[in-house]
Nanobody, 121 residues
């Protein structure tokens, strides 16, 4: 079993930055971040392989967000820069059961409780 706890969400003005962190208990493989805005489906944001050597991003965040992990501390982070109002959502950390990173949320059996990110215009 893997348990995930996110932190770092909050309110920020457009153009600002936030860093989300996810602390995991248990052995983790690939990790990902997803988000869900009100009235919308949960969507992929970023993913990182077990080794950290491969990363993937949604087109909407590419160049603005950076995913990273520290396997010694069993944590994964999402650095978010140049935030836009459309980035407002609940952000979820997820752990996959595979070594490779995936954009498919159905390949992530473990989820955190989510952290709210609100970007004001």
């Amino acid at each position: 079993q893997v348990q995930l706890v996110e932190s770092g969400g909050g309110l920020v003005q457009a153009g600002g930055s936030l860093t989300l962190s996810c602390a995991a208990s248990g052995r983790t493989y690939a990790m990902g971040w997803f988000r869900q805005a009100p009235g919308k489906e949960r969507e992929f944001v970023a993913a990182i392989s077990r080794s950290g050597g491969a990363t993937y991003y949604a087109e909407s965040v590419k160049g603005r967000f950076t995913i990273s992990r520290d396997n010694a501390k069993n944590t994964v982070s999402l650095q978010m820069n140049s935030l836009k109002p459309e980035d407002t959502a609940i952000y979820y950390c997820a752990a996959a059961s595979t070594l490779y990173a995936s954009m498919n949320l159905y390949e992530y059996p473990y989820w955190g409780q989510g952290t709210q990110v609100t970007v004001s215009s």
